[in-house]
């Protein structure tokens, strides 16, 4: 499929098709993000989509058009969490049998949602290899269709239903940013929304964000061609891919302006941002196009467009990476002093933090610790700061005092 283009004929058909299955999920302008940007910004509210992500779109067009002897084989996938709920609606609402194989690690609510579309999951594996191989050999031996999660045609199209939305509702759209994993949701955002501005007569710039722990475009990008990364672990594990799928990546390649990259700290400090300022829970990988602006690494004028991909983060999940996110932005600090062993040290530490406008949140006095001389204690505490210039404040009133705080990584 060398030079494999859709069309908005394309498009509209999946939009047609897709109608009764998807939700039509809203854009809401950001007032804080506008003023990082200095352009106006509106959000992609795709974390609303039903089965809380975008994998629904094009699940469901690439079921819907299968035959019916295909149909009667049933699918199968393999899943860590938003692929394998979006092929489970999208099958029972078809009536189309689907077997899902799953890590053992997968977070409880994506389990439990999976299985109450209706699919037969098999859990099996550490990571999600494991699935994947299971899953070929189920289709294999039993004639199920494979569903892939992005390096297919008809769910190229289907993620493009996004792009079509996303153009009706900002007319004077200029920029979009959007997740980048395997690149089936980049590629058809791309190709939707340039050939809709193709026919307006004008052009739209599409940037696509990844995790930099797993970031397999620049290197495939640089090459020519598609190349297997090594993974490191990465918070956003909804977009770790070790290669780009062969039809995503002809598309990326010719129609993404840019790709940017993120760490898992600029990811935590945006979902903290989508909490506070948007009041919107969002997963890490439907965050890192707002993490992009936070680093200030995009430089774009006009409205932009920022795809939240999707919002099923496991709520133990969620505590750490606010925590995470809190400490990143320079609004939570853990430190450890070491403090003479005797009466009132504690009382004179609480005060100075008071008088420098940090709030304790938890604290540790311990006299057990490796090095620790016999006549000292350990002190640790988390406070409560209000930016980088108060954490400097803090630190600096603590050493005036003669001690000797040390700060404790997040």
Known sequence: MNGYRPTLADFEDAGRVLAPMIARTPVDGSHYLSEVLGSPVVLKLENLQRTGSFKIRGAGYRLARLSAAERARGVVAASAGNHAQGVALAAQRLGIPATIFMPYGVSVPKLLATRGYGAEVVLDGETVETPLSLAAEYAARTGAVLIHPFDHPDVIVGQGTLGMELWE???DLETVLVAVGGGGLAAGVAAAVKARAAAAGRRVR?????AGASAAYPPSLAAGR?????ITPTIADGIAVARPGDLPFALISEMVDEILTVDDDDIARAIV???ERAKLVVEPAGAVGVAAILTGAVRTAGPTAVVLSGGNIDPLLLQRVV?????ASARYLSLR???PDRPGQLARVSELLAQAGANVIEVLHTRHGQGMQISEVSLQLSVEIRGEDHRVQVIKVLREAGFDPVIVPD
């Open 169 to 171: 509702q900002v007319p």
């Open 206 to 210: 599409v940037i696509g964000v990844q």
């Open 226 to 230: 598609p190349l297997a990364i090594e």
């Open 273 to 275: 941002v989508l909490l």
């Open 323 to 327: 925590s995470h996110g809190l400490a």
């Open 337 to 339: 002093i070491p403090l």
